[in-house]
């Protein structure tokens, strides 16, 4: 099986440098320009910590005068047009596969990095988009292992056994690799951790119709988005996400189509067991980036009442992991039913592995 970097979890705080950093990419105008100056007088720009480079791409979006040495000023540029040339790379690679997806599956839900294009306005420089990764419904595994390897992708992982346990939702994601070094993920739940066929269909439901380059997808309702981009963040070893949660707290009052899209945010967080964490995530986002929409959000999140089965995540050992199995299947639908789920998700990994244990013999 093809293997992609593993997602780190840091633990220490972000530096002085990269909460300025990030401060001038992704505030208001004023504070970003005066968050620049001052991360400028800190850094030495040929010696930048590992993360900043790439949010130099949003510096030249959110600053409009970078009042910097034409060398600097020239860097900065450059990135923008490296990551924009990069990134329409990895999508040429992987349109191909999107489309005979639509073809044979349905209409893939694409995921952040790529999904987050229209967030930025559909700047392909932005920010870097490092894979493609969309979500699909694990019924169709036979037509997406197909679907890959008649656009290129790496299949020789995909055996009988993977193929079965997608199927009856054991499994979270595939991962592929093309001869060029692009990846694609095919997520067959959207959250990480989150096994609940229940939720799946919830995030699937509320997508709204796009197009990305020429490619017909589907995109996270603006409030599922969000909540998406707080929980599976929490693996992203890079800075950029705390940058992704503005934008996309931003958009909220533009994109709402079904009331309050900021309430929508806390209700969908509760149903699904995640608010504690998602709260806890985008406070980390407000210590650094005080944007009125994410204190918005922020607000929302803190009077909502967090549901029962949030609590699963956070069991003590020596139930921490059973808790959150237990949670992930209670995701969308409550601790009675996960439970229950989860009854159902065990007794198939067993039937399984008797097949399998069967077949070899």
Excluded: C, F
């Excluded at 990419?25 to 480079?53: F, H, K, N, P």
């Excluded at 900065?76 to 990069?86: F, K, S």
């Excluded at 608010?275 to 980036?289: F, K, Q």
């Amino acid at each position: 099986m093809p293997t992609m970097p593993v997602d780190a979890r840091p633990d220490d705080p972000l530096s002085r440098e990269m909460q300025l950093l990030l401060v001038a990419a992704a505030a208001d105008r004023e504070r970003a320009a005066r968050a620049w100056a001052s991360w400028l007088d800190a850094v030495d720009i040929e010696d930048l910590e590992d993360g900043a480079t790439a949010l130099l791409s949003l510096v030249r979006r959110n600053v409009v005068d970078l009042q910097a040495e034409p060398s600097i000023e020239g860097r900065v540029r450059g990135v923008h047009r490296q990551t924009w040339a990069r990134n329409q790379l990895l999508w040429s690679a992987g349109a191909p596969l999107v489309d005979r997806l639509a073809e044979v599956a349905g209409v893939p839900l694409l995921l952040p990095p790529t999904a987050l294009l229209p967030a930025y306005d559909g700047d392909w420089g932005a920010r870097p988009l490092e894979r493609i990764q969309v979500a699909l419904h694990p019924e169709s595994v036979e037509p997406v292992r197909d679907a890959l390897a008649a656009t290129g992708w790496a299949v020789d992982h995909v055996t009988p056994s993977l193929l079965a346990r997608t199927r009856a939702g054991l499994v979270e994601r595939w991962q592929s690799q093309d001869p060029a070094g692009n990846w694609v993920s095919i997520r067959w739940h959207v959250l990480r951790g989150v096994r609940s066929s229940v939720a799946d269909e919830q995030l699937h439901g509320a997508a709204v119709p796009a197009v990305v380059g020429s490619s017909r997808v589907h995109l996270l309702h603006p409030a599922d988005a969000l909540v998406e981009r707080l929980w599976n963040s929490a693996g992203d070893p890079t800075p950029g996400w705390v940058a992704d949660a503005v934008q996309l707290a931003r958009r909220l009052d533009g994109d709402g189509r079904d009331g309050d899209a900021i309430e929508r945010v806390a209700r969908r967080a509760r149903a699904l067991g995640v608010l504690p964490a998602v709260r806890d995530r985008l406070a980390l986002v407000a210590a650094t980036v005080p944007d009125a929409a994410v204190l918005a959000v922020l607000d929302a999140l803190g009077a909502t009442r967090p549901s029962l089965a949030s609590a699963l995540w956070t069991l003590p050992e020596p139930v921490a992991r059973r808790g959150r199995v237990w949670a992930g299947h209670a995701a969308g639908q409550g601790v009675v039913r996960g439970g229950r789920s989860l009854v159902r998700a065990r007794w198939a990994s067993r039937q399984l592995t008797k097949r399998g244990s069967a077949q070899r013999r």
